[in-house]
């Protein structure tokens, strides 16, 4: 048997409100793909900062290359030989991507020489970095290239990556597989986290799946299904949606020709966006974050008022200097992307949340009915199943889930006839996602029109009749779904569709 | 060694005790203190915390100074609960005096009673205008508040000076800066003979219950407070910023310069230079050791008038300087903060030696 790079034995982590990890075992052997997969809160992060030091176990012993350590912190990790690169990235805006990695080196290596090594591992392993661009001009793809190089450049034994595709298109997807391949047929371990399944039957070797801070399965996932790899993860399959015909209506939401300058240096700018949502369906959005996506979404919702006279209409009528609440008022409801702090406040209850967007329980002198907020609350929290001890429970109390199936249910049950969502079911687990997303198809047959912005191609293409990509603040032509494919979508991501199709439309 | 860890959940015992434990903490190193200076430290507490109790009389003059700092610090909750820092209190409190003066000086021989009413009004027409101003240049310009309403304290206390010494001065006066003592009519009516508190006391009380009511159970109230916790929040709602601005620094402004022409009117009687006492600025302290909660500002208007009595009697009979008042009110608030930090995080016991550890992420 071969030496193990690696080896974790009864780890575990105790915070006060959960057990993060709980006798947790980990082997991985030199160059192996090692996937570690389970739900948001199923304890992978804790594990891996365990491992990189940034967290101390409570009990357990962790062996590298046959030795036991004691790993203080990062950088005692980086000695061993372990890198990590973050789902966040960790680099500064205004510095040129030389500057970012150097800062994390040893002073005494001269800027030119870090330069050269970048580019010595960028071309050995094809990534494709410029290192002297400053990094506010750097997509989302080339700043986790230049965060991967920095890993590189300390020549790990174990690469860990955090969740690494979900800022990626699915090219940059492919080749940042490529890379990784080749990493590991030159010996370095990777462990690879993630909670999307078809990327680990592809990439990875060997996949330990953790539930709840244990590890409940160990299997080999080239030879797992979709299907089996999620029982593991969650216990159960997810249910199965049902997706009727549409019946479309009247157009209920209508873009013509938006455009925005961008508030905040590093926003984008929409230069002439155009869609219609009818009644009835549910248009998708898709593209890499930070495409505009949340310029657009804060036009829609009233958030920003800037918008240009004529340019978006709500059955006809023009919206676009009128703010949140006059437009809920007309039936066009909004889920905004950050639940605490926005879609909710963290400190007040659900029952005095709901007043954030319903104003049933409000007279009309200004007084609030507070038996009636709290009736609210309490439909909300049965009827959309949120695991909640109450209406008094703060919201910052929820779990992201939980929260996340409240506001939503808060907007749902007001009987929107226009639903905007911004990534509805990120870092909620898959039970509560497939709620979610099945609230909203009912929704779309009950008549009312939906808009969802998502990066899970999947769950764009799982509920939306059409498509649209949005990219670098310009909008692709509609597409139906089920005439499209993931690969089309990708490359319109990267903005390369069809620009006469786009004329015609807009 | 202890490690300071977070709870899951705020403890409700410890927001309740927290401030029972700041105050004994208080106490305890008041104790340390009087010894340290060479007093007896049982005669030194006796002086602060029980002589200013001691009988009805000595009652009527701790409302007399928590009645201005229960009014200013109610505002100022209402203020902060916006997250609008308003540090000028004390010179919307002059202003009200001065609008409240001007009006006490209109009296004549055959003014009625009612001229009370314009008085109080007048004070808070004056506080308001003072903080109207901050708001304005906040809302036009987006300047610091903080910076100007500190900044209009001075230009407050000049303007006061200016009129006592200049145009206000009583002829009669032996040349000394300050106004004609007002007719008796516009005097604020006493709640009874003999003793100097006054109506401020049930206006203090009412204000109490409406600031309550607003916070808690006015969809205005609200949204002010949604604006002050979570901004991004207020903006999805559609709740006016603005609004909330000019809401928090009105009532404020208001209720600052209602303490004003309590006062001025009150056991004052004529407007002096010598005003300023600082309220607006312990009236912070007060507020936030209330927990910007109308009710908890009773209790620490209270407790904080009972220092100011202490330290006047402590200079008085132990010939302690009057910087204890300042020492202790800094100390509650300081041991307040410290304290608090255990609402939502726990001490734990992790043994000897043990060396403590960062966690980064």
Redesign the interface.
Known sequence: MTELRLELNGISKQY??VKANDGVNLRVTPGQIHAVLGENGAGKSTLM?IIYG???PDEGEIRWNGKPVKI???HEARALGISMVFQHFSLFDTLTAAENVWLGLDRSIPLARVIQRIREVAEEFGLDVDPLRPVHTLSVGERQRVEIVRALLAKPQLLILDEPTSVLTPQAVEKLFITLNQLSQQGCSILYISHKLNEIRTLCHHCTVLRGGKVTGEVDPTQETNASLSRLMIGAEPPELKHREAHLGEVALAVKGLKLPKQDPYGTSLSGISLEVRAGEILGIAGVSGNGQNELMAAL???DRRSPEGSIELFGQDISHD????R?KRGLH?V?E?RL????????SLA?NT???R?ES?SRT???H?SEVLKLAESLIQRFNVAAPGPHAPAK?LSGGNLQKFIVGREVDAAPRVLILSQPTWGVDVGAAATIRAELLELRDAGCALLVVSEELDELFEISDRLVVIAQGQMSPSIPAHETTVEQIGEWMSGLWPREAAHVQA | MFKL?????PSRLMSCASPLIALAITVLIGVCLFIWLGKDPVKGLEIFFVEPLKNAQAISELAVKAVPLLLIALGLAVCVRANVWNIGAEGQYLLGAVAASWVAMQAGPGTGRWIVVAILLAGVIGGAIWSGIVAFLKDRFNANEILVSLMLVYVGQQLLDFLVYGPWKDPDGYNFPQTITFLSVTKIPRLMVGYRANIGVIIAIVAVAALWVFLF????G?QLQ?GG??P??A????FSSRSALWIGLLISGGMAGLAGALEVAGPMGQLTPYLSVGYGFAAIIVAFVGRLHPVGIVFSSLLMSLFYIGGELAQSRLGLPKAMTSVFQGLLLFTLLGCDTLILNRLRWIGVGKPK?S???
Request: no cysteine.
């Open positions: 006060p409100a900062k940034a967290v101390r203080r912190n990062p919702s009233g958030e703010g949140p609440d006059p809920r909004f905004p950050e702090g926005r879609g909710a406040v963290p400190m007040l005095q007043l954030l967007t104003h409000v200004g007084w609030i507070k109390s | 860890e977070a709870r899951p959940q159970r006015t969809y205005r609200f949604v916790m979570a991004a929040a903006r999805y709602a559609g550890h966690e980064e992420a």
